[in-house]
């Protein structure tokens, strides 16, 4: 039971917590789909936007978001869908775009292909499909070291 | 489009509302029936990647849909509880799969059409549809520019790889006028100000087509004639029912079935 409701800053970093469930390595608010949280009266209103209409995680990350709510004493919440403004991948924190290349996929660029391999740091590289292993990712491959990697989508 | 704010008949709005999401349906089903079979690793996955947006998109149109109509169906509902008369995709998106070549050629034709009628209803009267077509046309221009991508490396390919093309474009035209051609429907959404009068996409569909075409070494068919029925439900080819077999038979055996 909570007596108090949490400010909106303490949800912040409680949602900061959770990760995506497709790429674990950052966070739903380093991706940008957490649009807005306030209280509605005594419920909590979490507007999330999805990355893809199709991606399979959308659901998955509802559910994770309510599963971290619940656990911090939330029992009112609301999951509200927000499709417009449509998702962009500009809308990616600083560090989330430093997570992802320590981890192995190539953060979005404007120019619309990866800026070096995040690997070896080369920048001869050829794309080898523009689609890859989930909705937000095309395959690409470093020329130089040779390994093949994820580059994540720029929309 | 234009401001006018004539409040749709519920029943004109819920059609139109079917066909977009009808023609993301089909085609997404009849893409995703490459899963496991494509000529390559990347393109199964590009194909699969292709089918899971519009597969998505439908969600989302045939939801409002059910809203619209308040009858208590949802996109589930509609997608797997309709027979082949109550489907109002077009024509061009039901017809089979055929050669890889095929499939992008469908594709190409529908794409083009398809990003340019999104970016129409991206200024909708209804905010809902605004908001859906925004969402939808990130993916869709991606798709476009794939299958213009490929489209161009198979039409200026080998011999084989663009008789193939020529062969599907041949084969595939007589199915693209049905995109352009208005009825009652479409003149009660042009006057809500909630879509674009479809013949109103077709100069700029030409252009495009046409450029690809050329870069492409293909042939543009000269006549234009255009089989319709699709979209107005009244004469889908046979090829629906028999894909409506495959997509709806887990709940046409076990109705209502949930996992």
Redesign the interface.
Known sequence: MVVEKPSLETVWGWLHAVPDPEIPVISLTDLGIIRDVQWQDDTLEVTVT?T?????ATTIINLDIETALRGHGIEKLALKRQ????W?SDWMTDAGRAKLESYGIAPPQPAGGPERCPRCQSTHLEK??????T?CKA?WRCTDCLEPFDYF?C? | MSTANIDPNKGDLFEFLCRMGDNTLVLGHRVSEWCGHAPVLEEDIALANTALDLIGQTTLWLDLAGKVEDAGRDADRLAFHRDVWDFRNLLLVEQPNGDFGQTIMRQFLFDAWHLSQLTALMESSDAQIAAIAEKSSKEVTYHLERATDTVIGLGDGTEESHRRMQNALDLLWPYVGEMFVADAVDEAMVAAGIAPNPASLRPAYDTLVNDVFTAATLTRPESDFGHRGGKSGKRHSEHLGHMLTQMQWLQRAYPDATW
């Open positions: 999805p893809y209409s199709g991606c399979p499709l417009s403004p449509a962009t080898i499909s523009q689609f890859g292993s909705p395959q989508k929309i």
